[in-house]
């Protein structure tokens, strides 16, 4: 087998030179920051009409702000990942673990994005039973429930990810290993 890894489909001689690589970075942040920003001015925008409108703060708008804050803050964090990393002090080897899960790893990023999606599923059951049950709903389904059903993703995502967060590998690490650590 030759020294090319599966994984890399062209040779080390027709590797794009360091200037297209330069180029492609700055198109990726450009592209990553407009969809970051577009992101957050979206949200907020969504948080700033449910919060003035008085019609619209009812059981499921409170799941579509809990969507919108996460989804606020997985923007959020999409720009830190741009942003260049910390240096790290080695003596400190507590800080630099919890510095490398949590940034290098993108833990908050992946507990949010797990958190966004149970948040999509509450909503789905959340309907599910308006629709289905619709006077069981009035009557079980009160803004104090809703609050309580919109905490669970946050604790689930979090806490979930947690559990993950000692095996992740970012993305780079994974496809530097050639899959190999699966």
Partial sequence: MNSTSWYDPLPSASMPSPM????????????????????MVGNVFVLVVIGSVKELQGVTNILIVNQSLIDLLTSL??????????????DNHIRAKIICVTFDKRY?????????????????LERYYAVLHPFKYKKNIT????????????????VYSCMLGSRLVSWAQFVNRGFQSL
């Fill in 20 to 39: 297209a690589d330069e180029r492609s970075r700055f198109i990726l942040d450009v592209v990553w920051t407009i969809l970051a920003a577009l992101g």
């Fill in 77 to 90: 964090l999409v720009f830190l990942w741009w942003v260049p990393p910390l240096p790290i002090n080695e």
């Fill in 108 to 124: 908050f990023f992946w507990a949010s994005v797990t958190a966004s999606t149970f948040n999509l599923v509450f909503i789905s």
């Fill in 143 to 158: 803004t104090k429930r809703g609050v309580q059903i919109a905490v669970l993703p946050w604790v689930i995502g979090y």
